[in-house]
């Protein structure tokens, strides 16, 4: 096995094969209870970079990540850090990155506020009990889905993340799953 630097690519071309490769995830996973009950199914990063910093991933500590934390307030609604509504505005697509630790601890950010964020920034490249990318307008979640490159997360995991923000009171009664 190797470990692999690979400045500015996700997405390469390995061995004599010429195997196409973009962050493989290695698939490993576990249960972990959460902050609200769990268990919750979580996801390892990928074994082809997320860890090493030169790929230029903002990565943030345990401090620094508090001001991407999203809560609920009590009408149910999604705010930030400050109490503000969470909104993306006119943007048709999911647009908020998005990953839930394993102890139910819930982080997003705008997709395009930061340079070269990615599911791994929130949490150093640490485990995951979900990543994805949700449409939140005025508060309500409307979609979501599990994509992430840096992650392998699946349905149950999406589920989860429901779960979660249900029972902190969260509306989700606009949301539509893929």
Not at 125 to 152: R, W
Request: hydrophobic fraction near 35%; proline fraction near 4%; glycine fraction near 12%.
């Amino acid at each position: 096995m190797y470990n692999l630097t690979v400045d500015e690519a996700h997405t390469f071309f390995v061995g004599d094969g010429q195997w196409l490769v973009h962050n493989c995830a290695a698939g490993l996973g576990g249960i972990l209870k959460g902050a609200t009950g769990g268990p919750y199914e979580i996801t390892k990063p990928n074994l082809l970079g997320d860890i090493d910093q030169t790929l230029k991933y903002p990565y943030y500590d345990e401090v620094s990540r508090g001001q991407f934390e999203l809560f609920v307030n009590q009408d149910g609604k999604l705010v930030n850090s400050r109490g503000e509504l969470l909104d993306q505005g006119t943007f048709r697509f999911p647009d908020f990155t998005t990953v839930m630790s394993p102890d139910g601890h819930i982080y997003l950010a705008r997709t395009a506020s930061i340079e070269n964020l990615h599911h791994s920034s929130f949490l150093a490249g640490g485990d995951v009990a979900y990543a994805g990318e949700v449409t939140i307008k005025s508060g309500i979640l409307y979609e979501l889905n599990y994509l992430s490159g840096h992650y392998h997360t699946n349905l149950d995991m999406l589920y989860q993340f429901l779960a979660e923000l249900r029972a902190r009171g969260a509306d989700t009664s606009h949301a539509i799953p893929p």
